[in-house]
């Protein structure tokens, strides 16, 4: 039974944009916070941004001020908008969900996952 389910990834050039969805279940939805983490082959996987239904946003670094994580409670659904797009920024991206608040940019935090969506930035 799937619970989360990922939209939006693809290629893009450097510089450019891609928002990423994120249908939740009802039941998921509920969880305090949802996040977005991303993965690349032969690293650990890490934060990039997550939402509290206390409205409270919290973004890795090498992201701030380029990615914007939001979230529509009548589609059940969690965005990400990511802007100015850098070749670092490739990875399999996955949205996850968590019943431990606050929340927290940490992917041990998260008990529900996604299957991922690819994004591939070329500089």
């Known amino acids: 039974q799937v619970q989360l389910v990922e939209s939006g990834g693809g290629s893009v050039q450097a510089g450019g944009s891609l928002r990423l969805s994120c249908v939740a279940s009802?039941?998921?939805?509920?969880?305090?916070?949802m996040g977005w983490f991303r993965q690349v082959p032969g690293k650990e996987r890490e934060a990039v941004a997550t939402g509290g239904r206390d409205g409270i946003n919290r973004y890795a670094d090498s992201v701030k001020g380029r990615f914007t994580i939001s979230r529509d409670n009548t589609k059940y659904t969690v965005y990400l908008q990511m802007n100015n797009l850098k070749a670092e920024d490739t990875g399999r991206y996955y949205c996850a969900a968590s019943d431990i608040f606050p929340c927290a940019l940490t992917p041990a935090r998260y008990q529900e996952w996604g299957q991922g969506t690819q994004v591939t930035v070329s500089s």
């Open positions: 009802v039941r998921i939805f509920d969880d305090p916070c």
